[in-house]
């Protein structure tokens, strides 16, 4: 079966260019050809990127992304673009309009924050009703959402949008979503019953992300990871206060190399694979970001996690609570106390959720 997986455009976001990764990688174990599909213009939208698009041949642009060093390239995603390219399979469209009816057997929808209004409709300029296939509304074709997320637990839909989306999602063969507060969004305003499964990432092993990042070398011992995407006074206060108590080194994860010379001034995404071992060498990890949270799971690293309440704070809560983590979210930076059961391990049965997830795939496509 060739599978047309929907979600949020792919660009410097660590956890949904890998959360894209797992459920494609996923789908073609189970023996189907999966492909993301991405609407945007391939190149960035910008004056150089645009005269790459119309003017330079594939040859011409392939030398530009893999022959010319990346310090002479001022892109902030030219390694998560190198990771992209190399491992999740990706079909270029500029609009809904250009996918023919035929292309696929099944579209999924899903993961992350793709029933997020504001990112959808704020961020990425499109209408939300995409996310629910209205582009496909007259198509046969299997349509499913897997782990789909809201991002939060109070509903951003207007009328309008909420009465497309609810005669929308009632076309779907079946309704997944990643938060619980999501079953309940879905029940009261769009009139579905849903399932609650897990992260993408969460599907593949500690092994499989290994596996990724076999040369990659180890990062230095006793080190305490950090992952922050809205820094602020607390957070800090928090690490300061673990690297005393844990007496381990800071490995800042998204700042990795924007500091050395040949970065100044051109604040590149460090590439993926960096990030992963990140968590595989870690002793500890700080972090704001959901997917952080996940990868510690995965990795069983000792982790605490301070939420962006305008971010969303539900992720956070449903995943922790799913596992029996909740202890690891910290709510008050300024009274955080670190005990016992925050420096052990979560030591985390994924086993039985996993084949739960699984199942739902199987059983629907």
């Not at 009465?163 to 009139?191: P, Q, T, Y």
């Not at 040949?262 to 990140?278: D, L, R, S, Y």
């Not at 069983?300 to 029996?324: C, D, Q």
């Amino acid at each position: 079966m060739k599978i047309g997986v929907l979600t949020l455009p792919l660009n410097t976001n660590y956890g949904g260019i890998l959360q894209a990764y797992a459920l494609q990688t996923i789908l073609e174990r189970m023996g189907h050809e999966a492909c993301i599909i991405s609407i945007k213009n391939i190149f960035p939208a910008t004056i150089i990127g645009r005269l790459r698009e119309y003017f330079l041949s594939p040859i011409k642009q392939w030398i530009l992304r893999n022959i010319i060093p990346a310090d002479f390239v001022n892109d902030k995603s030219y390694y998560t673009s190198i990771f992209i390219r190399k491992y999740v399979n990706t079909t270029y469209y500029h609009s809904f309009s250009e996918i023919k009816p035929n292309e696929y057997d099944a579209i999924i929808v899903g993961s992350d924050q793709i029933w997020r209004e504001k990112y959808v409709c704020g961020s990425h300029k499109r209408p939300i009703e995409s996310s629910f296939l209205d582009f496909a509304e007259s198509w046969n074709i299997k349509r499913l959402s897997y782990a789909a997320s809201f991002g939060t637990d109070s509903w951003e839909y207007s009328e309008e949008q909420t009465n497309n989306c609810r005669r929308l999602i009632h076309k779907f063969d079946a309704v997944s979503v990643r938060e619980s507060s999501g079953i309940a969004l879905c029940e009261k305003h769009l009139g579905i019953d849903s399932v609650q499964v897990l992260d993408p990432t969460l599907l593949l092993t500690k092994e499989d992300y290994c596996d990724l990042v076999k040369k990659c070398s180890p990062k230095a011992s006793r080190c305490l990871m950090t992952y922050i995407l809205d820094p602020d006074t607390g957070k800090e206060r928090i690490i300061e206060l673990l690297v005393k108590a844990l007496g381990l080194k800071i490995f800042r994860a998204n700042e990795e190399g924007v500091d050395s010379p040949a970065f100044q001034g051109k604040m590149k995404q460090p590439p993926v694979e960096n990030w992963i071992c990140g968590f595989r060498d870690a002793d500890f990890v700080v972090t704001d970001s959901f997917h952080a949270c996940v990868f510690s799971l995965i990795f069983n690293k000792p982790f605490v996690v301070i939420p962006n309440y305008v971010r969303g704070a539900s992720r956070f809560e449903s995943l922790l609570s799913l596992f029996g983590q909740s202890f690891r979210l910290v709510k008050d930076p300024a009274n955080f106390v670190l005990d016992d059961r925050i420096k052990s391990r979560p030591n985390c049965n994924l086993q039985t959720l996993r084949d739960f997830s699984l199942n739902f795939l199987i059983s629907n496509l």
